[in-house]
């Protein structure tokens, strides 16, 4: 019933499409995987290995380019171009389209941008066929993504003190990112959209070199106060620097811990899941750990708020500087008309 698809990714990892990706002990036959990965085609290469996912059927949609290949022309972090790609591979796969497959999305990076605008966007009957949302890396706003990949890793740390940085760099990226929009659909505003009843896991390292923590911590934040009640956040703290593949970096116990809690939740959602990684917890004790990663949204909304004071200060003296300079000598010039 299934065919053996080879997509063979820019990195060198290669994908089965169509094919048990990972038949874990209590896959079940009607669950579908979609995985989509970042704008140039990277992550998800551990997640069958880490039980991320356990369907037995799962594919990987890419992204926007031809013969595996991505097109900046194009991708425009997650809006209309990547919406569009997705929707296509959807609307063409038989599996997707057939009406008793329950779907499992599972998004990196740029991918964690499109799902929620597509799903935002989709009718009722489309919705209610996906069964849980995984999010690894979140982009939550391409204007935070803009201004954080290059205050990390682009431009000297002084750049970003130029007066109202913040504002005008989403703006120059479109030199790179022509098709993106800065005013446009950012997936922190389809949050809001998402059926309040959809299970959500989200995973982001706080060092991340590409996507601040913050915007993972905001996504979360505002499905708990939009009413859903089955969001998770997974955070990694650790001292390494990285984007996706998140729990690869994390200290072993703490790996399988978190790896246990996601197969807790998988349970307690009717999903598929790996029984024998949760076999010897009792019931209180896996409710226990699915709680663990439900912080209290206060608590994480003081985290956003704290870090962003640090990391913006000088920023924020800087802009307001600048303003009121500008302020008078504007009030000078009208003065001596």
């Known amino acids: 019933?299934?065919?053996?698809?080879?997509l063979t990714l820019l990195t060198g990892m290669t994908f089965v499409i169509g094919l048990p990706l990972y038949g874990g002990p209590d896959s079940v036959d009607n669950f579908y995987s979609i995985l989509v990965p970042g704008q140039n085609g990277g992550g998800g290469w551990s997640f069958q290995a880490n039980n991320?996912?356990?369907?037995?059927?799962?594919?990987?949609?890419?992204?926007?380019?031809?013969?595996?290949?991505?097109?900046?022309?194009?991708?425009?972090?997650g809006q209309a171009n990547c919406i569009k790609h997705?929707?296509?591979?959807?609307?063409?796969?038989?599996?997707?389209?057939?009406?008793?497959?329950q779907l499992?999305?599972?998004g990196i990076s740029?991918?964690?941008?499109?799902?929620?605008?597509?799903?935002?966007?989709?009718?009722?009957?489309?919705?209610?066929?996906?069964?849980?949302?995984?999010?690894?890396?979140?982009?939550?706003n391409g204007n935070n993504a803009i201004r954080h990949t290059t205050q990390e890793l682009i431009v000297p740390k002084w750049v970003t003190y130029i007066p109202f940085y913040r504002y005008w760099l989403?703006?120059?990226?479109?030199?790179?990112?022509?098709?993106?929009?800065?005013?446009?659909?950012?997936?922190?505003?389809?949050?809001?959209?998402?059926?309040?009843?959809?299970p959500v896991i989200i995973m982001h390292h706080e060092n991340d070199f590409q996507l601040p923590v913050n915007?993972?911590?905001e996504f979360y934040c505002t499905l708990r106060e939009s009413g859903n009640d089955n969001a998770y956040l997974f955070e990694v703290n650790n001292k390494q620097r990285t984007h996706f593949e998140v729990l690869e970096t994390e200290e072993l116990s703490l790996k399988k811990k978190k790896i246990a809690a996601m197969q807790a939740i998988y349970k307690k959602h009717n999903l598929p899941h790996n029984e024998e990684l949760i076999k010897h917890n009792s019931a209180a004790e896996n409710v226990g750990l699915i709680k663990e990663f439900q912080p209290n949204v206060q608590d994480i909304r003081k985290k956003i708020t704290d870090s962003s004071k640090a990391e913006n200060k000088g920023?924020?003296?800087?802009?307001?500087?600048?303003?009121g300079a500008l302020l008078g000598l504007v009030i000078g010039y009208l003065a001596n008309r």
């Open 104 to 106: 499992l999305l599972y």
């Open 110 to 140: 740029q991918g964690t941008s499109t799902l929620p605008n597509w799903i935002a966007s989709q009718p009722k009957h489309i919705q209610d066929k996906i069964k849980c949302l995984v999010l690894e890396a979140v982009l939550g």
């Open 215 to 217: 915007d993972a911590r």
């Open 1 to 6: 019933m299934n065919k053996s698809v080879i």
């Open 52 to 77: 991320i996912i356990n369907t037995k059927q799962a594919s990987n949609y890419g992204t926007i380019g031809e013969n595996g290949g991505f097109d900046l022309l194009k991708i425009d972090l």
């Open 86 to 101: 997705f929707d296509t591979k959807f609307k063409n796969d038989s599996l997707a389209q057939n009406p008793n497959t």
């Open 315 to 323: 920023r924020n003296i800087i802009d307001c500087t600048t303003t």
């Open 170 to 198: 989403p703006w120059l990226a479109k030199f790179n990112f022509p098709t993106y929009n800065p005013l446009g659909n950012q997936a922190l505003d389809s949050a809001k959209k998402l059926p309040t009843n959809l």
